[in-house]
């Protein structure tokens, strides 16, 4: 069940980030603060627009992945992109 971040979130996520291999997709692995930042940044666009990226539990893979939890627009690197 999709639903909002928590405080708790963070430490899973923050591990998730700057591991090298869950990010080889990615430019780099985050630190602690980008991965903080990031989370902020979703909570400001999910009050905006009433959606956004959420956190799913899945114990299998730290406890922290995320999904898309709207297929409409969302905000990326500062601009609208229509899904």
Known sequence: MPRRWRDADGDAFA????????MEHFPEPLT??????????????????????????FLAFRQALTCLCHLGSFRMAGEVVKA
């Not at 980008?34 to 799913?56: L, R, Y």
Request: hydrophobic residues 40%; charged residues 35%; negative net charge.
């Open 15 to 22: 591990e998730l980030n700057a591991d090298r291999e869950a």
């Open 32 to 57: 602690r603060e980008e991965s903080e930042a990031f989370i902020d940044h979703i909570e400001v666009a999910f009050e905006e627009h009433g959606f956004g990226i959420c956190p799913a539990p």
